[in-house]
T-cell receptor, first 112, second 115 residues
């Protein structure tokens, strides 16, 4: 079975640009969450979507937005990129009523 | 979600049991203990979770004290591939949890398994 897939795997952007990261959950999973992991720290929660609705938001600025599509895939958008946005962005999917989350390999974003 | 405290790092010899402690003294009655690990450059991987009873699966065992203020993750026969950062997370679990999607990661414990 395919796990959580994220694209692209690596990305380099310039300050001020915007970026779109994509995530495909495990088949049958309707919940997708996004996390940011800065080097040397644990992942930090950004968003959770379930059934195409936002169900949770972490302490991130409005430059960060996300959406979930009818096929339950998701996009994370970041506008006006800052150097501090350089991080590993992780997507996790889960099945409602189940407690374990399954993470993708992440997208490594470098802002220069 | 309750805060957890873990040692920064631990070492373990290959083939021996690795016992990773976690303190969660402010845990609430409806909060579960979860363990995830993250091998270098990969996404976190779910290991095990429990409420108050000890749990065991193919990867590990979870021992939760009777007062639920601390727990220990046990890898019974550690291998080099178990070298990773281990995260202990406490949150409301199950279908009724309003925060079921959110995991609050701390710094975790860097476990190094050496030959």
């Amino acid at each position: 079975d395919a796990g959580v897939t994220q694209s692209p795997t690596h990305l380099i952007k310039t300050r001020g640009q915007h970026v779109t990261l994509r995530c495909s959950p495990i088949s049958g999973h309707k919940s997708v969450s996004w996390y940011q992991q800065v080097l040397g720290q644990g992942p930090q929660f950004i968003f959770q979507y379930y059934e195409k609705e936002e169900r949770g938001r972490g302490n991130f600025p409005d430059r960060f937005s996300a959406r979930q599509f009818p096929n339950y895939s998701s996009e994370l958008n970041v506008n006006a990129l800052l150097l501090g946005d350089s991080a590993l962005y992780l997507c996790a999917s889960s099945s409602y009523g189940r407690d374990e989350a399954f993470f993708g390999q992440g997208t490594r974003l470098t802002v220069v | 979600d309750a805060k957890t405290t873990q040692p920064t790092s631990m070492d373990c010899a290959e083939g021996r049991a690795a016992n990773l402690p976690c303190n969660h003294s402010t845990i609430s009655g409806n909060e579960y203990v979860y363990w995830y690990r993250q091998i270098h450059s990969q996404g976190p991987q779910y290991i095990i979770h429990g409420l108050k009873n000890n749990e065991t699966n193919e990867m590990a065992s979870l021992i939760i004290t009777e007062d639920r203020k601390s727990s220990t993750l046990i890898l019974p026969h550690a291998t080099l591939r178990d070298t990773a950062v281990y995260y202990c997370i406490v949150r409301v679990g199950g279908a009724g949890g309003t925060s079921y999607g959110k995991l609050t990661f701390g710094q975790g414990t860097i476990l190094t398994v050496h030959p």
